[in-house]
Structures are given as structure tokens and as C-alpha cells.
């Protein structure tokens, strides 16, 4: 009854959607979690067998796909979530917040421990997709459609294909705000920086063809001067 009453508060704390408790009893979160705490409970009793059945049943319903051995912390929310894959090996802290179609998964190459380690109060974005066995560092946010392949320092937004850092030292926890709109461009920015390093090398090749003809003009002029003393 306590990890009903907790669901309930985590989904309408950042669910402006639901408007009553018994709406959480629809939502795919709340089913994903439920199914997903009864079948880490057989995981770990080693009844694999039984953990995946009650698994699969809760990605039927939900779309939602948590591997019965991924270790999830509290607080933890996924907002619409079809499509969210969580593998065997992910491990993943308090109050972190998962969009649609974000994938916790491993490059299919590694042993042992091959999903990421996702740190204390993070944010996914949708269609993010994390893959490999490193860390993402608490209070951080992962933007919509990035590919992070690489360790993620605490406190960073990253963004892009492949994920890159493009932002430190954020000043609130994004559960807090789950405010995934505003972020960074770094191919904007980065267009923006040649613009303006195109538009100085352009006012300084009109410079020197200005150079240049003053120096063709004074030329032309001392050789006229030498010519007309040159003549008899």
C-alpha cells in the first residue's frame, strides 16, 4: 500500500495531465512500475522464468519494457513511456524521469555489466537513447533525440548525435522543473560562430584588395615617373 500511495504522489507531482488519483490507476507508469516490482522481487529470487512472464506482461500492457534485473531507485517517473527499454544491468538512482522512447541499452558487446548506471535526480528526454556501461551524473539532463555513448560528468546537459556536453554546473535539479524545451543548439551555435568568423575574413580580404589596388595605383604612377624622365 506504501508503493501505491508513493506512485501516485511522484505521477502528480510531475503529471499536470492527471487530475485525480484514481486517473494514476490508468497511467502506463504506475502499471509499468507495479509489474516491474513484483518481477525484480522473483529476479532476485532467481525465478527468472516467472520474473520475465510478469515483465512481459506489463510491456503487453504498457509499452513500457523493464528488464526484471535493472535496479530502480525512488521517485522514479516515466511520462507517456511507450517505447522506454530499461536493460538487465541498468541501474538507476532516485527521482529520475524518463520520456517516450528513451532506451537504457548496451552496445551488444560487452559482458557482465553492459547497460548505463543513470545518477540521483536526471532527466531523459524523448527518443534519447543511452547505450553502453557508464555513468550519467546525478542532475543531469539528457536532451530529445541525443545518443550518449560516453560518460556524462554530474550537473551537464547534453545534447546531439553522438550526445557531447554543452552545459556544466546547471543550478536546478531538472526533476525539479522537467523543463526539456530549453536547451542548448550546439550545431546552431556552431554555424553561428563560422558565420561570424566568414563575415571577419570577408571584411578582411575586401581590406586587402583595397590595399591592393592603392599599392597597383602607386605603382603605376612611379613607373610613369620614371618613364617621362627617361625620355629626351
Not at 506482461?57 to 504498457?62: P, S
Amino acid at each position: 500500500m506504501g508503493f501505491i500511495k508513493e506512485e501516485i504522489k511522484i505521477i502528480r507531482e510531475r503529471d499536470p495531465a492527471i487530475h485525480s488519483n484514481m486517473e494514476v490507476f490508468l497511467y502506463p507508469s504506475f502499471r509499468a512500475m507495479l509489474h516491474y516490482r513484483i518481477a525484480h522481487k522473483l529476479y532476485l529470487k532467481k525465478h527468472y522464468f516467472l520474473a520475465r512472464y510478469v515483465s512481459q506482461r506489463g510491456v503487453r500492457k504498457t509499452g513500457i519494457e523493464i528488464h526484471p534485473g535493472a535496479q530502480i531507485g525512488k521517485g522514479f517517473f516515466v511520462d507517456h513511456g511507450n517505447g522506454v527499454i530499461i536493460g538487465e544491468t541498468a541501474v538507476v538512482g532516485d527521482n529520475v524521469t524518463l520520456y517516450q522512447g528513451v532506451t537504457l541499452g548496451g552496445t551488444g558487446k560487452e559482458h557482465g555489466k553492459r547497460h548505463p548506471t543513470v545518477g540521483n535526480n536526471v532527466m531523459i528526454s524523448a527518443g534519447a537513447k543511452v547505450l553502453g556501461s557508464f555513468k550519467i551524473g546525478d542532475n543531469s539532463k539528457i536532451g530529445a533525440g541525443s545518443v550518449v555513448l560516453s560518460e556524462v560528468p554530474p550537473n551537464s546537459t547534453v545534447v546531439g548525435v553522438p550526445g557531447r556536453v554543452v552545459k556544466r554546473f546547471n543550478v536546478q535539479s531538472p526533476h525539479n522543473n522537467l523543463n526539456h524545451n530549453d536547451l542548448p543548439d550546439p550545431v546552431r551555435e556552431d554555424i553561428t560562430c563560422l558565420q561570424k568568423a566568414n563575415s571577419v575574413l570577408t571584411t578582411r580580404l575586401l581590406e586587402l584588395e583595397d590595399e591592393m589596388k592603392l599599392l597597383r595605383h602607386q605603382l603605376e604612377k612611379y613607373e610613369k615617373g620614371i618613364e617621362e624622365k627617361d625620355e629626351p
